[in-house]
């Protein structure tokens, strides 16, 4: 089992910046791909970038450009940091863990094992 803590959440103004961190628990970790999520209320969890264990990244769209997504092994430690935050950026943001080590890097919610409780980022204009 595997469990993953989300930190580094919170207010900031439009234009602004946050790192948000998820800790993980387990030995395995680096063989993981993991995820970034974000829900807001009436909208389905929305995929946001994923990191393979290789490294290689992969953005949404709509923060291609403004999120970075890295990871330190050592630590188990997955980053996501955030530039340019917008109003709709505003969302309870989760980490999520696969643990199968495919070619594929799952763009949906159903492609990942374990998951944090969330962090909340607001975003205010």
Not at 55 to 70: C, E, L
Not at 92 to 106: E, L, P, Q
Request: one cysteine or more; charged letters at 20%; proline letters at 2%.
């Amino acid at each position: 089992q595997v469990q993953l803590v989300e930190s580094g959440g919170g207010l900031v103004q439009t234009g602004g910046s946050l790192r948000l961190s998820c800790a993980a628990s387990g030995r395995t970790f680096s063989s993981y791909t993991m995820g970034w999520f974000r829900h807001t209320p009436g909208k389905e969890r929305e995929f946001v970038g994923a990191i393979r264990w290789s490294g290689v990244t992969y953005y949404a769209d709509s923060v291609k450009g403004r999120f970075t997504i890295s990871r330190d092994n050592a630590k188990s430690t997955v980053y996501l940091q955030m530039h340019s935050l917008k109003p709709e950026d505003t969302a309870v943001f989760y980490c999520a863990a696969d643990k199968d080590r495919t070619s594929v890097v799952h763009t949906t919610p159903s492609g990942y094992d374990y998951w944090g409780q969330g962090t909340q980022v607001t975003v205010s204009s």
